[in-house]
């Protein structure tokens, strides 16, 4: 597990330049670590701040261990959904960094509301990755508490989720828990087609009134399902901040490093009272939206290929052997850790009880209600009246 703040030492680092124009000749983003694994000892980014990373051999090696960890229980839920055994699921694939970067960032106290596709925030804040397997099995709402946590449920509706932490945020305020080193900070994930919901702008609103300790986290992973992103925007989503009087900023979505180190200042900035801001993690989207999502029918096969040339894990692959961080052991016994940890989920998903029917009523209200009770009885009624017959 990460947990250096940002400043530095220069093991293996290039002098520090401004902030670095993507492949594609996209505008502007922050990266601290290149697709070939070269360490930038920091950068200067458009808004004017220095962002840089202070982490140990063994935390540049936690950083690794939660990229592979992650990426295989996703694709072991994959696997269980295409065999059945989920009913639906939405991958992260390519997505690793901006989730584990941002994850890592975040304090104990802050507080994370997250999309359906949030695998590796969930972890980083150390839930059981077996919770939201319940969820798309159909066995339960998902069963992590948010207050213990400090992670919101899965928000299936697009956007929705945005408002929900700006709300909680503005209550952050009205509480005075922000204007200091241990104040509370909320950041909100989303895609980039989300941003063309109106609740997200709605959210942009609010939280630039009333100041609100926001971090607007935008995973930019170039598709709203089908529909790519000039689809959604003739500018670059981070600009989109300053037309709500917050400042935006993009970073190289697949460089866990500058993930970390700009989401660490915007939740510091919200902490101390410097209002929201909005992140746009520049990232791509591997697979599939989710498993009911056939890809290749709107991408071609030289833009996926590209973009692996960009992988999130191997380049922090790269730059630990290049610095004699890890060597062939410490990989070996990460693909192990992974390997057993993937197969101890399926067993555990494949071991889940089939919810009788009539549960799920149990938690629609904390103490019932007549109404609820009335609906009860109707429906077991109705599902009594088949025992014994031939449907």
């Not at 989730?99 to 960032?105: E, K, L, T, W």
């Not at 590796?120 to 059981?128: A, E, F, K, N, S």
């Not at 900070?185 to 609100?212: H, K, L, M, R």
Request: hydrophobic share 35%; glycine share 10%.
């Amino acid at each position: 597990m990460a947990k250096g703040d940002p400043g530095g030492t220069t093991r293996g680092r290039r002098a520090a330049p401004r902030s670095r124009k993507s492949a594609a000749g996209d505008p502007e983003l922050v990266q601290l670590l290149t697709p070939e694994g070269e360490r930038i000892e920091s950068v200067t980014g458009p808004d004017g701040n220095e962002y840089r990373v202070d982490f140990t051999d063994e935390e540049y090696r936690g950083l690794y261990r939660d990229l592979v960890l992650v990426r295989k229980l996703d694709a072991e839920a994959t696997a269980l959904q295409r065999q059945g055994e989920l009913g639906i699921w939405a991958s992260l694939l390519g997505q690793e960094a901006a989730q584990v970067g941002s994850g890592r960032a975040l304090r104990t106290q802050d507080m994370a509301f997250p999309t359906y596709r949030e695998h590796g925030v969930l972890y980083c804040r150390g839930i059981d990755p077996i919770m939201p397997l319940g969820l798309f099995r159909g066995v339960d709402q998902g069963g992590w508490d948010p207050n213990e946590f400090k992670f919101n449920m899965y928000t299936i509706v697009i956007g929705a989720q945005t408002l929900h932490a700006t709300g909680y945020a503005m209550g952050i305020t009205m509480d005075g828990k922000t204007g200091t080193d241990d104040g509370e900070a909320v950041i909100a994930y989303f895609g980039d087609g989300a941003t063309s919901q109106g609740d997200v702008n709605e959210a942009f609103v609010w939280a630039g009134v009333f100041n609100a300790p926001m971090v607007f986290f935008c995973q930019n992973n170039q598709y709203a399902i089908s529909e790519p992103l000039e689809r959604q925007t003739r500018i670059p989503l981070y600009q989109r901040a300053a037309g709500f009087g917050f400042p935006g900023i993009r970073v190289d979505g697949n460089d866990v490093l500058a993930t970390y180190a700009v989401t660490r200042t915007a939740l510091d900035n919200a902490r101390h009272g410097q209002g929201p801001s909005l992140i746009e993690a520049y990232t791509y989207r591997m697979g599939a939206h989710t498993t009911s999502d056939d890809p290749t029918r709107y991408r071609i096969a030289s833009e996926v290929e590209a973009w692996q040339a960009k992988d999130p894990i191997a380049r922090v692959k790269a730059f630990l052997e290049k610095q004699q961080i890890a060597d062939a052991d410490f990989f070996a016994e990460v693909d192990e850790q992974a390997r057993r940890e993937s197969v101890h989920l399926r067993e555990r998903v494949l071991a889940m009880p089939n919810p009788e029917p009539v549960t799920m009523f149990d938690h629609v209200y904390p103490n019932g209600s007549p109404l609820l009770d009335e609906q009860r009885a109707q429906f077991s009624r109705y599902m009594e009246s088949f025992e014994g017959s031939a449907h």
